[in-house]
């Protein structure tokens, strides 16, 4: 499948406030690997391609265990390969990215709000929010794989 669209060669300047977004993401206190397993839950949600082979590659990369990457489609069936962290986050991930079939219920609030702080609470919500749109983009776009190191 060919590109249909480079978005950063049309408008340079179009990624700008998505970049932003991520340096905050990535300055808050949530830790890489954790960033990581929610990017790849979410892209997995979306079937973005793109953005699942480079953030399974970043999280490899923060020492997130394998076994976690391998797993996390079904970690609902493998609670105890994740902390209860872990859990909490992933499930706010696939609730807001799947924002449409019933909300973010009250359970999974619950839980993240017991296993974060208000203001972890909020990067983790931005860092949902940030790669749903990039999985958006992708997709729509058909980006590509880049080559294989």
Not at 8 to 22: I, N, Q, R, S, T
Not at 95 to 124: C, K, N, P, Y
């Amino acid at each position: 499948m060919s590109a249909r669209m480079v978005v950063a060669e049309v408008d340079k300047g179009a990624y700008a406030p998505l970049l932003a977004l991520e340096k905050y993401v990535h300055s808050g206190q949530l830790g890489e690997a954790l960033l990581a397993l929610v990017k790849v839950r979410a892209s997995q949600l979306n079937g973005c391609a793109f953005c699942l082979d480079m953030h399974a590659t970043e999280g490899r990369k923060a020492g997130l265990d394998q076994r976690k990457l391998d797993v996390v489609a079904g970690w609902h069936e493998a609670p105890q390969l994740y902390t209860a962290r872990e859990r909490a986050a992933l499930a706010l991930t696939e609730e807001v990215t799947q924002i449409g079939a019933h909300g973010v219920s009250d359970e999974v609030w619950q839980q993240a709000s017991e296993e974060f702080t208000e203001a972890d609470l909020v990067t983790l919500l931005m860092a949902i929010c940030a790669i749903n749109t990039w999985n958006r983009l992708a997709v729509a776009t058909h980006q590509e794989l880049p080559d294989s190191a």
